[in-house]
Nanobody, 122 residues
Framework: QLQLVESGGGLVQPGGSLRLSCTAS????????IGWFRQTPGKEREGVSC????????NYADSVKGRFTISRDNAKNTVYLQMNSLKPEDTAVYFC???????????????WGKGTLVTVSS
């Protein structure tokens, strides 16, 4: 069964850090661009960050630049999102998604995880 599983979400105080993980089972992430997206109730899902499949090029939403870092460990079949200096407005359900043989995460993604909740609150 092909699936993506996110983990690492939770409750953190403003200014704190979390590291999200996105682990694939049933397929290798080596050839996939991986994106992190987030969504809050009543709002559209937004792209947070993406790492390309071949070139490893990364990009970030303006709202998280300088605070979030995406990375991949192909040996562990996992992509990470390190989130620092968290703000209350970062509160959302975070999803990872994979797109085969892509250098970006624009357009449709092929596989989605079910999400992990991040709550930033004092």
């Amino acid at each position: 069964q092909l699936q993506l599983v996110e983990s690492g979400g939770g409750l953190v105080q403003p200014g704190g850090s979390l590291r999200l993980s996105c682990t694939a089972s049933g397929f290798s992430l080596d050839y996939y661009a991986i994106g992190w997206f987030r969504q809050t109730p009543g709002k559209e899902r937004e792209g947070v960050s993406c790492i390309g499949s071949s070139n490893g090029r990364t990009n970030y939403a303006d709202s998280v630049k300088g605070r979030f870092t995406i990375s991949r460990d192909n040996a562990k079949n996992t992509v990470y999102l390190q989130m620092n200096s968290l703000k209350p407005e970062d509160t959302a359900v975070y999803f990872c998604a994979a797109k085969l043989l892509a250098s970006s995460c624009t357009g449709g993604m092929h596989y989605w995880g079910k999400g992990t909740l991040v709550t930033v609150s004092s």
